[in-house]
């Protein structure tokens, strides 16, 4: 009798495609956990008809293949990764580069009848994926937040909060972007509409102008990291992980990060007081209206976040529920018409087959990839070489900010995790810690040079202050997020206490 399928890959029907554990919940018990590795093409859900990759080596003479056919492989494998680089220095758009460099590999390997077969079971496969509907939900869920007022309402509770203190307006700065970006889910958005409501207060009130766009994008990036975070529920599809247990995993190191950011605030208040000046505090009845504004975003935190771990709600289930809250409130509070949610459905309709069209040729490349056998043949290697854990977390670290040059962190998630992961799995850690490591990466990748995507944006919308001076803003944050990677590679145990204590 066959083996039953994991939990991870099994097809009962609309609920689950298999592609990640999304929704695991109660019904999962005494299923087993997903025993591939990450986007492993073999799988029937996945690809229906396969063959395994050592299967097609059979066809081929066994697997006792020749050196010669070996060193092809591998070149093959290499030429597909060249051609890749390539294809995106050359402007190509990603999903294009993705998916013809994957293309044309697996082609090379296996013929064009397999590979052609492929190609167009992919896009029908991820289209279809059940789980895949929580990125189009919190992506509508963000933009009707962002036609709803809920961003100034929330810098000025915030204000109200941190007001009479030296560095307050950064500081409501990074904390109502924190706040808010968990609901929006989107870092480009998030600085987009705080470099219109902060940064003009912030210089108002004598803020120095590049510090104040380098704390707007900065602090814009800490959506990637609290939950409900698009990026996460990305990697918790490729990476094959919990996506709830990943979400509780990164409360703490997300707000860890933020009270980071705040210590770095106050050692630029310190070191230069005269780029943060000190704002007159408020009086206590002031603080109070201010807070109120609090109200709405309490109310889509709490279903979109505590929904799933109250146990009312999956992740996919949270998200509509919250993107449903969110429109009403909007409406009802006259914050937005008819015009804005078209307006927002739109934007979402754009950004949601952005990244599907990311996310499809990823998964074309990724099926190369694994056909090459090269994740599997790299981990061996760095098994052989005696390489210390201090080491291949050093390479991995240095690989993720060197690609977040150049690539945006949906990319740069969907192309190195199958191959990143096997190795850090080798070292004793988990997929879980690794997600949230990945993460945190990522977010500096989005303020790094030359093409951190938050400091464009916010130049575009302040070109007085030049991309340089903005780099230079950033700087401080960019040491907070370094420090978090430390703590993490040090106490991995951060990332395990609040599963831990919700008994995930």
Partial sequence: MAAPLCRDHRHPGARDHGLGGLEGGAGD??????????????????????????????RRGGDD????????????????????????????????????????????????SPALKMFGRVPFTLASAYSLSVIPLFILMGAVAARG??????????????AGVRGALANATIGSCALFGAICGSSI????TFSKVAIPEMRRHGYDAAFAAGAVASAGTLDVLIPPSVLIAIYAIVAEQSLPKLYAAAFVPGFVLAGLYVLAVWAVA????????????????????????????????????????????????????????????????????????????????????????????AFIFSRFI??????????????????GPAWILLAVMMLY????????????????VPVTLPLVLGLGYDGIWFGIFVTVMCTIGLISPPTGMTVFVIQAQHPDIPVARIYLGTLPFLVADLVLVAILVALPGLVYWLPNALRM
């Avoid at 029937?44 to 396969?50: R, T």
């Avoid at 958005?189 to 987009?192: D, E, G, P, S």
């Avoid at 780029?275 to 109070?288: D, E, F, N, T």
Wanted: aromatic content about 10%; hydrophobic content about 60%.
């Fill in 29 to 58: 018990a005494g299923v087993p956990r997903c025993h591939l590795g990450p986007l492993d093409p073999s799988h029937p859900v996945l690809d229906p008809g396969a063959v395994r990759p050592d299967r097609r080596g059979a």
């Fill in 189 to 192: 958005v998030t600085a987009a």
């Fill in 401 to 416: 900010l060197l690609l977040g040059t150049f690539l945006d962190e949906v990319s740069t998630i969907l192309i190195t």
């Fill in 270 to 361: 310190w070191l230069r007081p005269q780029w943060v000046p000190k704002v007159p505090g408020m009086g206590l009845a002031a603080r109070l209206r201010a807070s109120l504004g609090m109200w709405k975003l309490a109310v889509l935190f709490f279903f979109a976040v505590f929904g799933i771990y109250l146990g009312w709600f999956s992740p996919t289930e949270a998200a509509a529920v919250a993107a449903f809250v969110a429109i009403l409130i909007a409406m009802l509070t006259r914050q937005m018409g008819w015009r804005g949610l078209w307006d927002a459905m739109l934007e979402t309709a754009f950004t949601t087959a952005a990244i599907f069209f990311i996310v499809v040729g």
């Fill in 149 to 162: 007022n809920m961003a100034k309402e929330l810098f000025d509770a915030a204000n109200g909060l941190f």
């Fill in 65 to 112: 293949l020749s050196q010669s056919g070996k060193v092809s492989v591998g070149l093959i494998g290499v030429l597909g990764v060249v051609l890749l680089l390539l294809l995106i220095f050359a402007r190509v758009p990603i999903a294009i580069s993705l998916a013809a460099s994957g293309l044309l590999g697996y082609a090379a390997l296996d013929g064009w």
């Fill in 370 to 387: 694994v056909l090459t056998r090269f994740p599997t043949e790299l981990a061996g290697w760095v098994e052989q070489a005696h390489l």
